[in-house]
């Protein structure tokens, strides 16, 4: 039987010449979204591409291939040690995730050894994805999930309580007549039902927050929802000597959302800002004009910047202690004696009805900002 070559090159189509065939094959690697890795079998960098170097936060220099990977690499030591092992596994990783530490970033990769015509192990090549966005949405869901089971056993509670209470202010009123004749009694009776009424509207607030939010979607323009917030909020807890300051550029879209609700939004933010500073101080609201850049995480379909409204209450108060950032958010964690503890949690579930999302960020020296994002349809940012 003749020698046949080990492999034979596929018939049919137009076989380039050498040279352009390879520019082709760097293209391709070179225009892939996923980030591709690959190394000599005595450890010198073979290739990596635009999106890994992005992915690993890393600046390409002219001299990296060729190098020994460990040196191009030394400052990710967990993709060192996953490429050093690579040719002493036994079984690769098909689908494996990896935490870089020290860029808190998650990546999903693929390891697969290069082999050459005589099945000889020339090579290692790592395929591999930015998941960081995934498991922020997986984050949130979980969030999510447990904000619902916590609002579920609220709402079950609320409900018990909404008799019992009316059944206390009802009867203290009629004890009340009883006792027309006696002051003291009748002082103690009119502070039981200023105190039931008090519980009264706790439970109602509660089932706020429980309750599936109904949108009423209609375009609006943020700067009058803006003032009638900051307005609101006053008249909700005391300014004393706050400086308020609001800046809108001229000519922002009006956004598809629920005015209302919004309102109800930035209310609680301005009021929180304004129990924070205690009389004294400064609070700046701003909205700008944004767009989100499309995610990489997600391939598929070419996707186009996404325009967005950001929202920024910023006030230079205490801040929040690192410790507390995680609980803020949650329903009835409150550090004040007469909170209920419910404000943010109601901001959230707003925000996220509208599709948004709220982020915090905050120190001692330079307070606390509430950072909104709201989608903008692009029509509307069109047809303003
Ligand atoms: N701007 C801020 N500066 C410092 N701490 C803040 C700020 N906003 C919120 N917090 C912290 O977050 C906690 C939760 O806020 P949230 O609005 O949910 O409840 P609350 O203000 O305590 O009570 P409620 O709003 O129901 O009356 C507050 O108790 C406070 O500790
Ligand atoms: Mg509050």
Redesign the pocket.
Same mark, same amino acid.
């Given at each position: 039987m003749p020698d046949q070559p080990k492999r034979q090159r596929p018939r049919g189509g137009r076989r380039q010449p050498p040279g352009e065939e390879n520019q082709l094959f760097r293209h391709i690697v070179s225009s892939m979204r996923n980030g591709v890795l690959a190394v000599h079998r005595d450890g010198t960098l073979a290739l990596m591409n635009d999106e890994a170097y992005r992915i690993f936060s890393l600046t390409a220099r002219p001299d990296d291939i060729g190098q020994p990977f460990s040196e191009v690499l030394r400052t990710r030591a967990d993709i060192v040690r996953v490429l050093t092992a690579a040719f002493e596994l036994k079984h690769l990783p098909n689908r494996a995730e990896l935490r870089l530490k020290e860029l808190d970033r998650v990546i999903g990769y693929t390891l697969s050894l290069v082999r050459d015509d005589a099945a000889d192990t020339v090579g290692a090549v790592m395929f591999f994805k930015d998941l960081t966005r995934v498991e922020q949405l997986e984050e949130r869901e979980r969030l999510r999930n447990r904000l619902a089971s916590l609002g579920e056993m609220a709402a079950g509670i609320a409900h018990e309580l909404k008799n019992p209470l009316a059944g206390i202010e009802v009867m203290a009123g009629l004890l009340r007549r009883h006792v027309s004749d006696k002051l003291d009694a009748q002082s103690i009776l009119a502070d039981i039902i200023s105190e039931a009424k008090l519980a009264n509207a706790i439970v109602v607030?509660m089932l706020e927050f429980v309750r599936p939010i109904r949108l009423e979607i209609e375009p609006m323009a943020i700067t009058d929802v803006l003032h009638q917030a900051v307005t609101l909020a006053e008249s909700k807890t005391s300014r004393g000597g706050v400086s308020v300051t609001v800046t809108v550029p001229e000519g922002l879209p009006s956004i598809e959302a629920d005015d209302h609700r919004l309102c109800q939004v930035f209310t609680? %933010?301005i009021?929180?800002?304004f129990?924070?500073l205690d009389g004294k101080g400064a609070i700046s609201i701003t909205a700008v004009l944004s767009a989100m850049e499309p995610d990489p995480a997600f391939a598929g379909t070419p996707q186009e910047p996404t325009p967005i409204l950001v929202v920024d209450v910023a006030?230079n108060?205490?801040?929040?202690p690192a410790e507390?950032s995680d609980r803020?958010?949650d329903p009835f964690?409150?550090?004040?004696t007469?909170?209920?503890? %419910?404000?943010?949690?109601i901001?959230r579930k707003i925000v996220d009805a509208h599709d948004g999302r709220i982020d915090l960020s905050?120190s001692p020296e330079n307070?606390?900002r509430?950072r909104v994002t709201l989608p903008v349809s692009s029509a509307t940012a069109l047809f303003k």
């Amino acid at each position: 039987m003749p020698d046949q070559p080990k492999r034979q090159r596929p018939r049919g189509g137009r076989r380039q010449p050498p040279g352009e065939e390879n520019q082709l094959f760097r293209h391709i690697v070179s225009s892939m979204r996923n980030g591709v890795l690959a190394v000599h079998r005595d450890g010198t960098l073979a290739l990596m591409n635009d999106e890994a170097y992005r992915i690993f936060s890393l600046t390409a220099r002219p001299d990296d291939i060729g190098q020994p990977f460990s040196e191009v690499l030394r400052t990710r030591a967990d993709i060192v040690r996953v490429l050093t092992a690579a040719f002493e596994l036994k079984h690769l990783p098909n689908r494996a995730e990896l935490r870089l530490k020290e860029l808190d970033r998650v990546i999903g990769y693929t390891l697969s050894l290069v082999r050459d015509d005589a099945a000889d192990t020339v090579g290692a090549v790592m395929f591999f994805k930015d998941l960081t966005r995934v498991e922020q949405l997986e984050e949130r869901e979980r969030l999510r999930n447990r904000l619902a089971s916590l609002g579920e056993m609220a709402a079950g509670i609320a409900h018990e309580l909404k008799n019992p209470l009316a059944g206390i202010e009802v009867m203290a009123g009629l004890l009340r007549r009883h006792v027309s004749d006696k002051l003291d009694a009748q002082s103690i009776l009119a502070d039981i039902i200023s105190e039931a009424k008090l519980a009264n509207a706790i439970v109602v607030e509660m089932l706020e927050f429980v309750r599936p939010i109904r949108l009423e979607i209609e375009p609006m323009a943020i700067t009058d929802v803006l003032h009638q917030a900051v307005t609101l909020a006053e008249s909700k807890t005391s300014r004393g000597g706050v400086s308020v300051t609001v800046t809108v550029p001229e000519g922002l879209p009006s956004i598809e959302a629920d005015d209302h609700r919004l309102c109800q939004v930035f209310t609680n %933010l301005i009021a929180n800002a304004f129990e924070a500073l205690d009389g004294k101080g400064a609070i700046s609201i701003t909205a700008v004009l944004s767009a989100m850049e499309p995610d990489p995480a997600f391939a598929g379909t070419p996707q186009e910047p996404t325009p967005i409204l950001v929202v920024d209450v910023a006030d230079n108060g205490p801040g929040v202690p690192a410790e507390l950032s995680d609980r803020i958010f949650d329903p009835f964690f409150t550090t004040k004696t007469k909170g209920t503890g %419910l404000g943010l949690g109601i901001v959230r579930k707003i925000v996220d009805a509208h599709d948004g999302r709220i982020d915090l960020s905050s120190s001692p020296e330079n307070g606390t900002r509430f950072r909104v994002t709201l989608p903008v349809s692009s029509a509307t940012a069109l047809f303003k």
